[in-house]
C-alpha cells in the first residue's frame, strides 16, 4: 500500500526480457488511509477503486512521457490492482481494480485478474513472480533462491541447469518482511517504515518472543503456500508488548529473517546465493540479519544489474504478455496449481 511502482518492458514472453523503464509514485496519506480501510472487503470498495485506477492510469501516462514512448506502440498493460482479501483455502481472493476504466484512459488493452484461475482451481494464487524470477536468472548456471521482500517475503528455488523446465521451480511465502515493522514503526513513531533498519539496528531481540512468533503453524506447512498479509498482526502485537521502540524493530526485523532461514529445509538442494530485491533489502539490519542466518552469501538484485525495486511490475508486464500468449503463469511447485495453468482476463479500450 506504499505507491505504484510501474515498469515498461521488451520482453517474448519466455527467456528475453530487455529493460525499458521504471517509475515508483508514492501514494498520498490520504489515500493510503482509504486503501486501509477496505481491507477485508468492507467499506467505500467501488469508490477506492476508481481512484486506484485514475492513479494507475496517471503513472502509465508519467512512465511513458518519462521514457519518451507513444502509448500506442505498448501491446499490452499488466494490472495486478490491490490485494483486499486473500483467503486460497476457500477459494478466494480479492484484488480490486477497475481494468474496463484504465483500458478505456490509456487506449491499451489491459490484463487483470492473474491470480483468480489459480485460486479458482484449487490454487494458492502466490507467489505469481517465479515464471519472471527464472527468466531472469536462466543465464546465471546456478541454483538460486530469488527472495522478494515486499509486504510479505516470497522465495523462488530456481535450478540451475538449463535443461531444467519451469515445473522444476519451488515458490512459496516464507512469512512476513516489511508489513509487521512498517505497521509497528507507523503506530509508534508516526512513521512510513524504518529507514534504513536504523531502529531495529539499536534495538536488542528478545529471543524468547521470537522463539514464540515462529512457534505459529505456518512455517511447518509444506510448500507451495501463501500468506494474507496480515496473518501474523495479533500475535506480533502481543510481541512487542511493553518493549521500548528500538526492540520491537528488532524482534520484528528478527522474525522476517528467522522465517527466511526456516525455508531454506523446504528447498530441494542448497542455493548457491539469495537474491533480495523489493523494498526489504533497503533495510540494512535485514539484510544483516538474513546474511547472519543463512547458510549461503545474500545479495542485493542490483548487484547483478537488476533494478530491485522495479522486479514485481515489471513481472506483472512479463505475465501479461504471457497470459495474451496462452502460456503458464502458476505451476503446481509454484502455487500448488493441479497442472501449470495460464490467467488473467483481457480488457480492451472498447
Known sequence: MDGIDAALIESDGDGIVHRCGFLSTPYPDG???RLQSVMGEVGDIAGVASELTERHAAAVSSLLASEGVESDSIDVIGFH????LHEPDRRRTVQIGMPDLLARQTGRPVVFDLRLADVAAGGEGAPLVPVYHRALTRNLGSTVAVLNLGGVANVTWIDGDRAAGPEEMLAFDTGPANALVDDFVQVRRG??????GALAAAGHVDEGRLADLLSDPYFDKPPPKSLDRDHF????????EGLPDEDGAALLTAFSAAAVALAERWLPRPVEQWIACGGGRHNTAL???????????????????????????EAFAYLAIRSLQGKPLTFPGTTRAPVPLTGGTLHRPD
Do not use: C, H, Y
Request: charged share 25%; glycine share 8%.
Open 31 to 33: 489515500f493510503r488511509a
Open 81 to 84: 490492482g490491490q490485494t483486499i
Open 191 to 196: 512513521a512510513r517504515f524504518d529507514t534504513g
Open 233 to 240: 498482526v495479533r500475535r506480533a502485537k502481543r510481541a512487542v
Open 287 to 313: 539484510m544483516t540479519m538474513l546474511t547472519e542466518r543463512l547458510t549461503a552469501p545474500v545479495v542485493s538484485a542490483d548487484t547483478l544489474g537488476w533494478n530491485g525495486d522495479a522486479v514485481e511490475a
